[in-house]
T-cell receptor, first 111, second 110 residues
Framework: ETGVTQTPRHLVMGMTNKKSLKCEQHLGHNAMYWYKQSAKKPLELMFVYSLEERVENNSVPSRFSPECPNSSHLFLHLHTLQPEDSALYLC??????????FGSGTQLSVL | SQQGEEDPQALSIQEGENATMNCSYKTSINNLQWYRQNSGRGLVHLILIRSNEREKHSGRLRVTLDTSKKSSSLLITASRAADTASYFCAYGGSQGNLIFGKGTKLSVKP
């Protein structure tokens, strides 16, 4: 148990659906992250929130929409996804760019 | 690209043997970190080595850092079947974010 909880663990959705991924951390960290992990590709940083302000958006398509209502919660809203968006989505938190604590991830399949 | 590289991509050894994984990177760094990932799960932080350190130990793990060669190695001694996982190095990018390599897939056979 890393102190970072992600739900759901698995998600299957159609291309016209809207769904949200949730992440919660109880570590008192001031930064939270969304990463995407596709097969045979390195981890891709999608979004970074530091002190609840978004500081980085690595050219992620607008069909992915993050939300950070407070320092403990992070959401990733999904709409009109494509099959190539199928991947493991990982949330992480850290304190001042030190080591990352990851959740168990959401395995997303887009049909 | 600031992407680093790990080698080998895959490593298969017998229980009790040592496993060595290497990481090369391209930028100046403040620290370099190693993570472990069991299949389909989140990554777990193993060890962090700062740019002014050359070697660090944690249990059966030994990490070295050579900033002149922009490389690091992770040694797992006396490996166990439970060490089977993917191992990633990560280092700070130009914007302060961590950049991960593609990882080394380690298989330890009983």
């Amino acid at each position: 148990e890393t102190g970072v909880t992600q739900t759901p663990r698995h998600l299957v959705m159609g291309m016209t659906n809207k769904k949200s991924l949730k992440c919660e951390q109880h570590l008192g960290h001031n930064a939270m992250y969304w990463y995407k992990q596709s097969a045979k590709k390195p981890l891709e940083l999608m979004f970074v929130y530091s002190l609840e302000e978004r500081v980085e958006n690595n050219s992620v398509p607008s069909r992915f929409s993050p939300e950070c209502p407070n320092s403990s919660h992070l959401f990733l809203h999904l709409h009109t996804l494509q099959p190539e968006d199928s991947a493991l989505y990982l949330c992480a938190s850290s304190q001042e760019n030190e080591k990352l604590f990851f959740g168990s991830g959401t395995q997303l399949s887009v049909l | 690209s600031q992407q680093g590289e790990e080698d080998p991509q895959a490593l298969s050894i017998q229980e009790g043997e040592n496993a060595t994984m290497n990481c090369s990177y391209k930028t100046s760094i403040n620290n370099l970190q190693w993570y472990r990932q069991n299949s389909g799960r989140g990554l777990v932080h193993l060890i962090l080595i700062r740019s002014n350190e050359r070697e660090k130990h944690s249990g059966r793990l030994r990490v070295t850092l050579d900033t002149s060669k922009k490389s690091s190695s992770l040694l797992i001694t006396a490996s166990r079947a439970a060490d089977t996982a993917s191992y990633f190095c990560a280092y700070g990018g130009s914007q302060g974010n961590l950049i991960f390599g593609k990882g080394t897939k380690l298989s330890v056979k009983p």
